[in-house]
Structure formats: structure tokens, C-alpha cells
């Protein structure tokens, strides 16, 4: 759902109590809602929760990247914009910046790339090498089987 | 739960900083039906057959390694004890297969090509004395071949007799060898109680109960169990040392697991075990003497050593066991000196002797391992040496071996350095008194009643 304030959601409140009365239901609550909603102009998206990334169920076509280096600009916007040329999806993504020295992960989709893991893997690599960082990229089930029962 | 940065770096760190790889993928390959009396015909069957089922191996292992980020030091062959496949064959034809072995090995790539082997505890075979004797000459004339033989179990004793024969054998090799500083003898190990799954040169082979063909795995991971000991306070008991030796061992013994099965399931082959034993390499941090050190002793050879390498093989022995389903070869802690930075050291400085480390064979997983001795030593002080160590593997129901090289021209103080993963070997000073009387006896000295079970 967009994110709203405090002024919109108090317009809503007030346009269902106007509405409803006596008379409650939670198919009422939910065209009310939904008419408030329209009247106020608020989006309001009642569809089924994005679902969350699970871990491993297709860990052949994830893998993991990661590189370490020296912090400069455009370090995160040269490995993701190999990645996005490479046609790869960005599913997660931390970092850690330890005095000027840089690290991030990225866990990678490559199931919807046109390339090959080898091709994918030495393109970011050389991405890495322009950047001065060493990268290091691995399928995720690696790491499954270690670090998971 | 998704994997966290921490453990992407721990693995990271395992790999780059602590030298943590998988020592070996070895595939196993059954030669029983490569057999013929015509020499020349066995010759083609047992070329083609290698050649045939390991020709994805190497190529396989390094896109295994690519995939998943982790390096695999060697990729190797084991094949069915050469004196059974070659049996009725005269030692000059066994020469012959070794050599054609080699050359499918250089062919294929493989680092090592184990199984020039006889499992002779009982006693002997036509076949099994002629490959004893081509020995020397088949582990002189070729790059990649590797021999065993098992002399004893704890169910037939020790067929002494082998042991002499062997003594004579590894000085005969040594001296075929001389010019390479006596490498041949790297090559060849004296065994009791043999595993038939082992992935580790020089001693793997293909058992004849194993499959047409299995893919058996060895790691390596003695600098990431170091960093789990020295990072423990000086205080921490046994118990919880023994808990962070466990996790890491845990965590290695998964990982040897999903490579070796990757590296099965990509050739179709069936994937046979993971040993788990911790395979040191000679880089600085990668040595299991270090680990015994960082318990807290001034150096290997220090009373409390034993002690220490116990603790160690059972806590791997814990985590390795939870790790996986298939635990087999040998696994426990290697002890080799050469391929051991920390050993090398001590053994220069006189800190460990051959006398400790058979002490040590006791509660680890081989034996006197890639030490090298004087040149001058006779034959019957390394018979005494493997009769030795017979005893303690036959009596504890466990492996033990030797793998000893009586250096040319050497004396102890001196070092031979042989490169690569079999590192530098400081020559260990031994025992010469005479022994010749007890070892000529001969015949078969009798089991323990403990192999008597059932």
C-alpha cells in the first residue's frame, strides 16, 4: 500500500464511520474503504503480499558476488551496472565500509541472463579489475551447504 | 535464512587467507575387467578403459571449481590393486603397466594415479611378489604412479616377511631414485589395516568391493582450524577447544561433501565418501603442527603432544561425522613432516624425533609419514620401522603406514627440499642398532585377540 499520512488516513476514518453506522461487515469495511480511498485520491493496493525471497530453492541460478577494495565513487554503480547489462537480477545486497576499505555482497539472479555463469563471472571480475576491487563470485549453494544444517 | 555478509566472509576468508581447498577429487576406477594373459591386449583394455571413464575428470573438478569458488588442489585416479588385475603377469610386464598407466595419467591431466598395489597381510601371490619387485623400477620410470602395499590387519597379524621385503624395497627405490634425491620413496607407503576408499596419495586405491566407479574426495583445512584454536582465550577448557575445532571441521567437511558430489553427479558417476582427514600443505598457517602449538605448546615434541593430537583427530572426527552420511579413508589428523611447515621446523630444530611422532601414530590417522632419514640406513632398521607401526595400527584396530625415504648421501641435519604439496624434508636422525635377527625371523606374527570378535 502507498505510503500515507496522517492527514489522509484520518479523511478515511472519518469517510467510513460516515458510511458504515450500525451496519459492519469486513466486505462493508473493504468497499468503504476502497470508496474513500477513491474519493481522497489514495491508491490503495489490496493484492496479495509481494512475496519474500526464500533462500536456495533455485540456488543453481543464484550466485553470490562479492568485492573488496578501496572506497571510491561508483564502485556499487560499475558492479550493478555490469549486472544489469548482463540482463542479471539483484535480489539482495549489503555492504560494510571499515575505514576506507569496502565490502559488499551481492546475492544475483542469473536465471534470466542471456550469458552463461563463466561469461557473467568474467565480465563483473573485469568490471572489478577497472574499479581496483577483487571480486569474488560463487554459486549460493556453496554456501548453503556450509554455514546451513 | 539468507545467508549473512559474516558468513560469506568467513568462507572467503577460509579460502583466500586460510588455504582451506579440497585436496583431492579422486575417481576410483575398477580395472578387473581389463584383465588378460596376453599383456599386450591388457595393455589397450586398461589404457582405453582409464581414458574413457576419467576423460571429464579434470575438466569437470575445475569447472566445479569455478562454479563454487573453491580451488581443488589434485585431481586423481585410483585403480584396483595392480597385483590382482596383473596377477600370473611377471615383474617386467608390471613395469610395463605402470608405464601405461603414466601415460593415461599425463594424458588425462590428474596430478596422481594411485593403486600400483598388493594387499598382502595373509601372504603372498604369484602376482603380488612380482609387482613388489617391479616397484623400485615402475615408481623410478614413471611421473605420476603411485604403490602400496598392506602388510598386516588386526585380523591376520603381520605377514613379516613383507615387512622385510618392504624394507629392502624402499631402500631399492631410494637408491633407484637417488638423482631426484630419493622421491620415489614419496611415493610409495607401507600399510596396515588399509582403507579401500582412501582419496590420498601415495596409499589410495580402488577396493575390489567398491563400485565400476566412485568419486571419493579428501580435504584440506588445517589453517582454518588453527585460526579456531588461536583465537580461543589461554584459559578455555578442553572441552569448549574441542567445540570450536568441531564447528569448523563441520563446516570443511560440508564443503568437501557438495564439491565431491557436484563432481560425481556432473560425470554421473556414484559419489562414494568425503575422509576427513586434515591433509597440511608446507604454506605458513596451513600445518598441523601449528594447531597443536596454538593449544598452547612451545612446539611439537613437547610432552602433552600426543595428548593434544588426540583432542584434535576426535573433535574433527565430531563435526566431520555430523557434516556427512559417507565419512570413509582414512580420517583423522595427517602428521607427514615434509608437507608440514610447523613440522619441518621442529624437526630442524631437533624438537620432534621419530621416536615422538611413532607415538603420535598411535592416536592419528597414518604413521610415519614423508620423513626422511640417512642414506646409510639399512634395510632391516626400516623393516624394524614398519614392523613397528604395524604393531601399533594392528593392536589399536586402526591404519597406520610408513612412508620413510632413506635419502642417498644424506645425514641427518641435512634437508631435501622436493617442491610442491610434498614440501622440505629436514633428514630425521634413527635408531641403527641391529635388529637383522628379529627381522629375518619371518613367517606371520599373530593377531591381537581383540580381532577376534565376533
Same mark, same amino acid.
Given at each position: 500500500? +502507498? ?58 541460478? /543464484? ?63 573485469? $568490471? ?22 | ?21 579440497? /585436496? ?6 575398477? !580395472? ?110 614413471? $611421473? ?81 582450524? !588453527?585460526? +579456531? ?53 608446507? !604454506? ?33 572426527? /565430531?563435526?566431520?561425522?555430523? +557434516? ?73 584396530? $586402526? ?8 635419502? &642417498? ?11 610442491? !604439496?610434498?614440501?622440505?624434508? &629436514? ?28
Amino acid at each position: 500500500m +502507498a505510503d500515507l499520512n496522517e492527514q489522509e488516513i484520518r479523511k478515511l476514518v472519518e469517510e467510513a464511520v460516515q458510511q458504515l453506522g450500525s451496519n459492519v461487515s469486513g466486505e462493508a469495511v473493504n468497499q468503504v474503504v476502497r470508496e474513500a480511498a477513491a474519493k481522497i485520491n489514495v491508491p490503495v493496493n489490496t493484492s496479495a503480499p509481494q512475496p519474500q525471497i526464500q533462500p536456495s530453492a533455485v540456488g543453481q541460478n /543464484r550466485i553470490i558476488v562479492t568485492a573488496f577494495g578501496k572506497n571510491r565513487r561508483g564502485i556499487l554503480a560499475g558492479l550493478t551496472g555490469v549486472l544489469s547489462e548482463t540482463g542479471c537480477d539483484i535480489l539482495d545486497l549489503s555492504q560494510k565500509l571499515l575505514q576506507e576499505f569496502f565490502t559488499t555482497m551481492l546475492l544475483v539472479d542469473i536465471s534470466e541472463s542471456s550469458l552463461p555463469f563463466e561469461e557473467i563471472k568474467a565480465k563483473v571480475t573485469a $568490471k572489478g579489475e577497472e574499479l581496483d576491487l577483487k571480486v569474488i563470485i560463487q554459486h549460493e549453494a556453496i554456501f548453503n551447504a556450509m554455514h546451513r544444517v | 535464512m539468507p545467508i549473512a555478509l559474516e558468513e560469506i566472509l568467513e568462507t572467503i576468508r577460509m579460502t583466500e587467507v586460510e588455504h582451506f581447498d579440497i /585436496r583431492t577429487v579422486t575417481m576410483g576406477i575398477n !580395472l578387473l575387467d581389463c584383465r588378460s594373459d596376453d599383456l599386450k591386449r591388457m595393455k589397450t583394455n586398461i589404457y582405453d578403459k582409464i581414458m574413457r571413464t576419467a576423460a571429464e575428470h579434470v575438466a569437470t573438478a575445475q569447472k566445479v571449481e569455478s562454479d563454487y569458488g573453491i580451488s581443488i588442489a589434485n585431481k586423481r585416479i585410483s585403480i584396483t590393486p595392480m597385483a590382482i588385475v596383473a596377477d600370473g603377469h611377471y615383474p617386467e610386464d608390471f613395469i610395463e603397466l605402470a608405464k601405461v598407466l603414466d601415460r593415461a595419467g599425463d594424458e588425462l591431466g590428474i596430478d596422481y594415479l594411485g593403486g600400483f598395489s598388493a594387499l598382502v597381510q595373509k601372504g603372498f601371490t604369484m602376482g603380488d611378489r612380482s609387482l613388489i619387485k617391479a616397484i623400485p623400477e615402475a615408481l623410478a620410470s614413471t $611421473k605420476h604412479i603411485c604403490s602400496s602395499v598392506n602388510v598386516a590387519s588386526t585380523k591376520a597379524g603381520i605377514n613379516m616377511d613383507a615387512v622385510k621385503m618392504m624394507g629392502e624395497t624402499v631402500k631399492l627405490t631410494a637408491e633407484k631414485t637417488a638423482d631426484r634425491d630419493a622421491i620415489g620413496c614419496a611415493k610409495l607407503v607401507v600399510f596396515a589395516n588399509v582403507p579401500e576408499d582412501n582419496p590420498f596419495i601415495a596409499g589410495a586405491f580402488h577396493g575390489v568391493s567398491e563400485p565400476d566407479v566412485v568419486i571419493n574426495v579428501g580435504i584440506s583445512g588445517p589453517g582454518v582450524i !588453527l585460526r +579456531a584454536v588461536k583465537e580461543a582465550p589461554n584459559d578455555l577448557d578442553f572441552s569448549q577447544l574441542g567445540e570450536r575445532i568441531k564447528n569448523m571441521a563441520f563446516k570443511i567437511t560440508r564443503a568437501g561433501e557438495f564439491i565431491g558430489k557436484k563432481v560425481a553427479a556432473m560425470q554421473s558417476i556414484p559419489y562414494g565418501i568425503v575422509d576427513i582427514s586434515l591433509a597440511p600443505t608446507p !604454506l605458513p598457517g596451513d600445518s598441523v603442527a601449528d594447531i597443536l602449538k596454538a593449544m598452547g605448546l612451545e612446539d611439537v615434541g613437547a610432552t602433552g603432544t600426543t595428548a593434544a593430537l588426540a583432542l584434535l583427530n576426535d573433535s574433527v572426527k /565430531r563435526g566431520g561425522l555430523m +557434516a556427512s552420511s559417507h565419512v570413509g579413508g582414512m580420517s583423522g589428523a595427517f602428521i607427514p613432516v615434509s608437507e608440514d611447515e610447523g613440522m619441518i621446523n621442529a624437526a630442524q630444530k631437533g624438537h620432534i624425533s621419530l621416536e615422538k611422532l611413532e607415538a603420535m601414530t598411535s592416536v592419528c590417522s597414518v604413521g610415519i609419514d614423508m620423513a626422511a632419514i640417512p642414506g646409510r640406513t639399512p634395510a632391516s632398521v626400516i623393516s624394524g620401522l614398519i614392523a613397528d607401526e604395524c604393531a601399533i595400527g594392528m593392536t589399536n584396530n $586402526k591404519t597406520t603406514a610408513v612412508r620413510i625415504i632413506p635419502v &642417498p648421501g644424506k645425514e641427518a641435519g641435512d634437508i631435501v627440499d622436493y617442491g610442491g !604439496l610434498l614440501g622440505a624434508a &629436514p633428514i630425521m636422525p634413527i635408531s641403527q642398532l641391529n635388529n637383522s635377527i628379529f627381522v629375518d625371523r619371518g613367517g606371520r606374527l599373530p593377531p591381537p585377540t581383540k580381532g577376534i570378535n565376533n
